[in-house]
């Protein structure tokens, strides 16, 4: 939304021409930009949220069941991105803004490395998220998860430019020592099932996955600024389709060279809810996940990393609750208070969203102002 705003100042400046001005769209016409552009967020958003509740709980299931695959865990991630191509055929970007056409395009050899970089690295995100949800009971990885938001403020402040304002060094603190607090809870949560061992790796894991995430998501931001600087609908699928691509195959590769292929017969047979289960909990984990991506791309091009990552958190309340319900995980005392903690992070940082939204609305009305009354 800064970024929306920023274009609005440009638009309306100062320097206007008279001619410019008559031409400026009616209040009712910018009104109706702004609610569509809202729509656009609020789909973004229940896409993350949906898919991202949704493949959780799935990929927690599939462990539950009898699936012990980290690498299919981890393909799964990614491998049903061809459904993307559904929505590019069918809303392609082919007349792009006067502002974008006269920046040249970047080059194919430099666009396709970028995406095998991050390909890369979200493939190896994607397998220390499949080995922290094998050792951790779905609440206490979902909170841990949290931290991504304290992970994305540095590198925003660092590779993107966000303000590092006091309620976000705030939140950043609060959801740190949130993650503390669940590290410090192993002994409760460790079973018969899941040593302490294990219980610590798929904490450390989880906690580097977050930090990972977060690299990944400033890293798409900083492209799209830097290197795409195209603001379609395409681009933002082209670079989830191209990426998740990267990321299958090097899951593919390592799900043969671990030699967990082998196994896959047997542990679909095995499965607790059958085959068809097996093989549908598969596919409904890919499709969810695909959901959670296009609104994690989709809210980092019409907003930023770092408000991505924010919404992302929305779904730590919801996340725990049905782990109760359908897992039967334990809430004990140590773990609401960490959940409340992190809450109040969240809190936090969305309280310093509300005040830059609204120094931006006065400085576009004054701005307004100035070009409608100046001489």
């Not at 980290?70 to 055929?89: C, E, G, N, S």
């Not at 989880?206 to 931001?221: D, E, F, H, V, W």
């Amino acid at each position: 939304m800064d970024e929306l705003y920023k274009m609005e100042l440009h638009m309306a400046g100062p320097s206007k021409s008279a001619a410019e001005a008559d031409r400026a769209p009616p209040p009712s016409s910018r009104l109706r930009s702004w609610q569509w552009w809202w729509f656009i967020v609020a789909i973004n958003i229940f896409f993350l949220l949906a898919g991202q509740t949704a493949a959780t709980l799935l990929g927690r299931f599939y462990y539950d069941q009898g699936g012990n695959s980290k690498w299919m865990a981890t393909l799964v991630q990614t491998a049903a991105f061809p459904i993307l191509y559904l929505p590019l055929l069918l809303f392609p970007s082919t007349h792009p803004p006067p502002a974008t056409a006269i920046i040249p395009r970047p080059s194919h050899a430099k666009i396709t490395f970028i995406y095998v970089i991050l390909g890369l690295i979200i493939a190896a995100d994607n397998f220390m998220y499949s080995y922290g949800l094998l050792y951790l009971p779905v609440s206490t990885y979902s909170l841990i998860c949290a931290t991504q938001l304290a992970f994305n403020a540095v590198f925003s402040y660092y590779l993107n430019s966000q303000k590092f304002t006091a309620f976000i060094l705030n939140s950043v603190v609060l959801l740190t020592f949130s993650a503390a607090l669940l590290g410090f809870n192993e002994n409760s949560e460790s079973s018969a099932d899941v040593s302490k061992g294990k219980y610590a790796i798929g904490f450390i894991l989880t906690l580097g996955a977050s930090a990972t995430y977060s690299l990944i998501l400033s890293l798409m931001q900083l492209t799209f600024q830097k290197v795409i600087r195209k603001e379609t609908f395409s681009a933002v699928l082209e670079m989830q389709i191209y990426t998740a691509f990267v990321a299958s195959c090097a899951a593919v590769v390592g799900l043969f060279a671990s030699g967990e292929w082998k196994d896959l017969k047997s542990e679909m047979e095995a499965y607790g809810k059958g085959t068809v289960s097996y093989v549908m909990t598969l596919v409904w984990t890919g499709l969810s996940w695909q959901v959670a991506s296009v609104g994690v791309v989709g809210l980092i091009f019409v907003m930023s990393s770092l408000f991505s990552n924010v919404i992302s958190t929305l779904a730590l309340p919801v996340v725990p609750v049905f782990a109760v319900i359908f897992f039967h995980d334990k809430m004990n005392g140590v773990k609401i208070i960490a959940m409340l903690i992190a809450i109040w992070g969240f809190a936090s940082y969305l309280y310093q969203h509300y005040l830059d939204d609204s120094k931006a609305k006065k400085a576009v009305g004054q701005t307004e102002y100035v070009s409608a009354h100046g001489s």
